[in-house]
């Protein structure tokens, strides 16, 4: 069972969480991106978002089970 998060008395499922963190990365990483000018070199760049995200998201998921905050 995933633990939730209690924020000023409100119940936040864990994964709630951890992708709102994956989610800021993701977008910190896309901006980075498009400063470099790295969007040249992909053709579909929706897809290239959601597969930033998956990776960002499953490496936090993965870290975090590691620590001992996610079961």
Request: with cysteine; aromatic share 8%; net charge positive.
């Given at each position: 069972m995933i633990p939730d998060l209690c924020i000023s008395g409100i119940f936040v499922?864990?994964?709630l969480g951890g992708a709102f963190i994956a989610l800021v990365t993701?977008?910190?990483l896309l901006r980075l991106?498009?400063?470099l000018g790295?969007?040249?070199v992909f053709s579909i760049r929706p897809?290239?978002?959601l597969a930033v995200?998956?990776?960002v998201f499953?490496?936090?998921a993965q870290g975090l089970s590691t620590i001992g905050s996610l079961p």
């Amino acid at each position: 069972m995933i633990p939730d998060l209690c924020i000023s008395g409100i119940f936040v499922p864990g994964l709630l969480g951890g992708a709102f963190i994956a989610l800021v990365t993701t977008v910190a990483l896309l901006r980075l991106l498009t400063l470099l000018g790295a969007w040249r070199v992909f053709s579909i760049r929706p897809l290239v978002e959601l597969a930033v995200f998956t990776i960002v998201f499953s490496l936090l998921a993965q870290g975090l089970s590691t620590i001992g905050s996610l079961p």
